[in-house]
């Protein structure tokens, strides 16, 4: 069975500085990774994936994700937050024996203050 | 391109009555679509995964009977609420998976629901 684990439901960053949201997942098989954003009372948004290949990813916005196998980790990145960051960050993990559903993490909201 | 709409994207119905959500993949042809409930400041919660054509596999714990899931063709998939009540008020979102990519999915905007 997939897990996904978010370390900080809430994570508060003032704006210009790193961004840094945390998942760890667990996988017996290798596993697909996403970040997804959330704002209030929309659907998700696909900001990055990690299927195959290259282990740091970038996706949209100045985010990227880098995966580790070693400590099963997709933590998210961003060098310089932006008031429009905030936002609810959910990761997710799926793979070949799941096809496309996804297990999501508990998500972490991320304020920016000015 | 991979755009997920929803509609209606709010509603209100009077308990008892029954609600029907619509979810539509406009640009391309959706083998799979997936509909979750959130409820406030919570992850997603899968309810049921529907295959075209097929019937719909809900999840444990998920009432069939009440929740209704179709999927008639390969560009729309609908949640039909039967006999609603306040507890069923929450945010409901569908996603859909498509073709060799069956690993990614492309989720609707929501359906704010709310049962008085």
């Known amino acids: 069975a997939q897990s996904v684990t978010q370390l900080g439901s809430h994570v508060s960053v003032s704006e210009g500085a790193l961004v840094l949201l945390r998942c760890n997942y667990s996988s017996s098989v290798p596993p697909y990774l996403f970040w997804y954003v959330q704002y209030p009372n929309q659907g998700l948004q696909l900001l990055l994936k990690y299927t195959t290949g290259a282990t740091l990813v970038k996706g949209i916005n100045g985010f990227e994700a880098e995966f580790k196998k070693s400590e099963t980790s997709f933590h998210l990145t961003k060098p310089s937050a932006h008031m429009s960051d905030a936002a609810e960050y959910f990761c997710?993990?799926?793979?070949?024996?799941?096809?496309?559903?996804?297990?999501f993490g508990e998500g972490t909201q991320l304020t920016v203050n000015p | 391109g991979a755009v997920v709409s929803q509609h209606p994207s709010r509603v209100i119905c009077k308990s008892g009555t029954s609600v029907k959500i619509e979810c539509r993949s406009l640009d391309f042809q959706a083998t799979t679509m997936f509909w979750y409930r959130q409820f406030p400041k919570k992850s997603l919660m899968l309810m049921a995964t529907?295959?075209?054509?097929?019937?719909?596999?809900?999840e444990q714990g998920v009432e069939k009977d009440k929740f209704l899931i179709n999927h008639a063709s390969l560009t729309l998939s609908t949640l039909t609420v039967t006999s609603a009540h306040p507890e069923d008020s929450s945010f409901y979102i569908c996603?859909?998976?498509?073709?060799?990519?069956?690993?990614?999915?492309?989720f609707g905007p929501g359906t704010r629901l709310t049962v008085t």
């Open positions: 996603s859909a998976g498509a073709g060799a990519r069956l690993y990614e999915q492309y």
């Open positions: 997710a993990v799926s793979d070949q024996t799941s096809g496309s559903r996804l297990t």
């Open positions: 529907s295959n075209e054509g097929s019937k719909a596999t809900y």
